[in-house]
């Protein structure tokens, strides 16, 4: 048992709303620069969407993450054959303009035009040739777009789903959508690092944050491609790849990632878990079906004495397995069960797990007849010609996640690589959460009733209640259990502290006795 | 022999490799974050994949058929003591020739042409191009115009080329040939001055090592089987990473 540890995200759905405010936060520390202006290493998607790049989940588009072959995976389109062989030009990279081409505003105009007959304008200018552009695309351009058919009906998630139901989907008055935030998944299996020719990617060993050396990127390109996520972005102005570092300078000294600090919602949870990387191989095979449950079988339990014994014999510090005891990753992931990878069939086994969103999911809108309601109200009152009824209510115990607004095969497509036992277990909890709650504080559902939704669900009233509170009430301590770095150990492997011991600001770091070269 | 050979010659060609060994490592250690190729792949890829792919491949090819006539002369020779055989080998390497030239034709006419291709272009990378475009023409024209030069490299221009690595340099074979294969000649050890001051530098860090390299890579900051082990003294030495 080789016992590592790596940062875990949780994103909870149902409490993003879609503000952006952790893309802007990310944009402003790390990719406002020349050739990054492209980039957002954090963004918000709206599902049903195309998202960013457009269709980036259509791997028979992009070619990325790992297949099946034989016993074991392969790179679907990058590895030493492939890579070595497009190396001069990658066949499957996706240009700036699946992403958008970034533009500005020429501001001065405004100010500065002539006096003249017409108003004057601010054109739209490219961030690349300087040049004045039409724009075609621009962040974030498909959102809240749901049912319009060049964004919401091209989800390549809806290729499993019949003609009809996509149709139910998007009719104007059951449409729904919600938001997906992105983020680098720091995977256990990164496609990333794999497709490398130059081996600039690298995965830290202490805390698993997937990083890119920038003085060891020569531009060849591949890993754009092995990423499946799309969420390695090529700097076309310094010739290097760059992804979401997780804020690590941040998370070094303590602080959350921005992204996930400056969350409006705060939907986002940050912990550490234990895992065993002897196994990363083994699991990344099994078959699809099995993926989210053998990754969750990969993690391992942070009170267990042989995994603490096993944790230590491999150096990793109390700090970090006391940490990951707190950790509201495992949580959220384990003790729960209630989050999910995203896309788990590209098999990189992502650290970034989602709170599947309830509820667009749950609301489901009913046939009715408006006849009987409008007898009552009289004739001078609107009438009404819908025949459909939105509904939220509880009366029917999970009986809504049956005939749910966004199909369970839509969500599987999404979370569990079409498994829709697996998203309907998760759903069927958080619903559970509510009537637990909705008895102990409303009090118009018997204890009975809550009671039974909550056994149903495969959790007891101290689980939820804990589920409520973090899910809730959580503090920012409790939502970010931060490992510490243990810099004063690292350090003594990038610099020779015996060099500054007893000399502190007066000291030499060149050996003094030799000369010349 | 004129000065102008016996510089061209004899004394260029030390100066030129010298100056790409030293220079390679001059650049390497100032300005390693440059030493790439910067790919334009990702602003135009559509016009960039019918000259890269068959400029790269044919250059390959040339530059291999190049090395191997001037390690192994004698081979060459018996090789193309067959008259089929030669024929064989200068149409296979004409082809390629003809590739590289389209293939950089191509590249550049996308170099200037491309709005956004030229935001990322500096004079350097221009002027190789055009250093390279006369280098490939002049080559297609000696396999055109001079018949045979898989055979007459091994018989004529190895020797030369061994010559100067022996460092007793003997020109007189390079001096009586016609202008256009001294161009061409002259204008190799001109290529080979300019790689460390352009984006050719990028195949000397070719990435060859990824062939064995385990897919994943982990990297840690302190040393995961000593970092509890109290045993472990306080060392003298150096931290490997450092």
């Known amino acids: ?517 | 022999m004129s000065s102008l050979d016996s510089f061209l010659f004899i004394i260029f060609p030390y100066l030129a490799v010298g100056i790409f060994l030293l220079g390679s490592i001059w650049r390497y250690k100032q300005t390693g974050f440059k030493y790439s190729s910067l790919s334009a792949q990702f602003l135009e890829g559509r016009k960039g994949f019918w000259g890269t792919v068959p400029f790269h491949w044919g250059l390959i090819v040339i530059f291999l058929l190049h090395l191997t006539v001037f390690l192994f002369p004698q081979l060459t020779l018996g090789w193309s003591s067959s008259p089929i055989r030669l024929i064989a080998t200068e149409i296979v390497a004409f082809t390629f020739g003809l590739s590289a030239l389209v293939g950089l034709v191509a590249l550049f006419i996308r170099r200037i042409s491309d709005a956004r291709v030229k935001m990322v272009t500096n004079n350097m990378d221009l002027a190789i191009e055009v250093l390279l475009l006369a280098q490939i023409i002049l080559g297609c024209w000696i396999a055109v115009g001079y018949r045979w030069g898989y055979s007459w490299f091994a018989a004529d221009l190895s020797p030369y080329l061994w010559s100067i690595v022996k460092f007793s340099p003997d020109a007189t074979a390079v001096v009586a040939m016609p202008i256009v294969i001294k161009l061409h000649i002259a204008g190799a050890f001109l290529v080979i001055l300019m790689i460390p001051f352009t984006r050719l530098v990028h195949f000397l860090v070719a990435p060859f090592h990824y062939i064995w390299r385990p897919y994943q890579q982990v990297i840690w900051h302190w040393n995961k089987k000593t970092i509890r082990d109290k045993k472990t003294p306080w060392s003298e030495k150096r931290p490997f990473n450092n």
Not at chain 1, 93 to 98: F, R
Not at chain 1, 321 to 336: E, L, M, V
């Open chain 1, 1 to 517: 048992m080789d016992v590592r540890s790596q940062i875990s995200m949780i994103f909870h759905l149902d409490k993003c709303i879609g503000c952006h405010t952790c893309s802007v936060a990310c944009k402003n520390i790390w990719t406002d620069r020349k050739g990054a202006e492209y980039m957002w290493w954090n963004n918000v998607e709206t599902k049903p969407g195309t998202g960013y790049p457009g269709k980036w989940e259509d791997q028979e588009i992009y070619k990325g993450g790992w297949v099946k072959d034989g016993e074991g995976i392969k790179l679907k389109g990058a590895g030493k054959k492939k890579g070595l062989l497009n190396i001069f030009h990658n066949p499957h990279l996706p240009v700036i303009d699946d992403y958008y081409e970034p533009f500005t505003y020429k501001y001065l105009n405004l100010i500065e035009a002539p006096a003249a007959d017409d108003q004057p304008t601010a054109r739209p200018v490219s961030l690349i040739t300087g040049k004045p552009i039409d724009i075609k695309m621009g962040p974030n351009w498909d959102d809240d777009l749901s049912g319009t058919p060049d964004y919401a009906r091209n989800d390549p998630n809806l290729k499993k789903l019949s003609k009809a139901e996509q149709e139910a989907m998007f009719q104007l008055e059951r449409m729904a959508f919600y938001y997906l935030p992105r983020i680098c998944n720091h995977c256990l299996n990164p496609a990333c690092v794999a497709s490398c020719p130059s081996g600039a990617i690298y995965k830290r060993g202490e805390d698993g944050v997937v990083l890119i050396n920038q003085d060891k990127c020569r531009a060849w390109r591949m890993c754009v491609t092995a990423c499946p996520y799309k969420k390695t972005y090529y700097n076309w102005n310094s010739g290097k790849s760059e992804k979401c570092i997780l804020c690590y300078p941040r998370l070094e000294t303590g602080q959350a990632p921005a992204c996930m600090h400056s969350c409006v919602g705060r939907i986002r949870y940050l912990g550490n878990i234990l895992y065993d990387a002897d196994r990363i191989h083994e699991i990344a095979s099994v078959p699809e079906d099995q993926l989210v449950d053998k990754q969750m079988e990969l993690m391992l339990d942070p009170f267990d004495p042989k995994v603490i014994e096993a944790a230590k014999k491999n150096g990793v510090p109390d700090s970090t397995i006391r940490s990951a005891q707190r950790s509201p990753a495992y949580k959220f992931i384990k003790t729960w069960g209630l989050a999910l990878p995203l896309h788990p069939e590209y098999r990189t086994l992502p650290s970034l797990f989602y709170v599947p969103p309830l509820l667009p999911v749950m609301a489901s809108v009913s046939d009715t007849k408006n006849t009987e309601q409008q007898a009552k109200i009289g004739e001078v009152a609107k009438v009404w010609d819908d025949k459909w009824l939105y509904n939220t209510t509880t009366e029917e115990l999970f009986g809504s996640i049956e005939d749910a607004r966004m199909p369970m095969e839509y969500m599987a497509s999404l979370f569990s690589a079409g498994n829709t036992e697996q998203i309907k277990d998760r759903l069927k909890k958080l619903m559970a959460v509510r009537i637990h709650r909705r008895w102990t504080t409303v009090g118009d559902i018997s204890e009975e009733k809550a009671k039974g939704a909550l056994k149903e669900a495969g959790l007891d009233g101290k689980m939820a209640d804990e589920i409520y509170y973090l899910t809730s009430l959580a503090k920012f301590d409790d939502r970010f259990v931060i490992p510490a770095a243990h810099r004063e150990q690292a350090i003594e492997m990038l610099e020779f502290t015996g060099d500054k011991k007893g000399s502190t600001g007066f000291g030499f770091k060149e050996g003094t006795a030799k000369r010349g070269l």
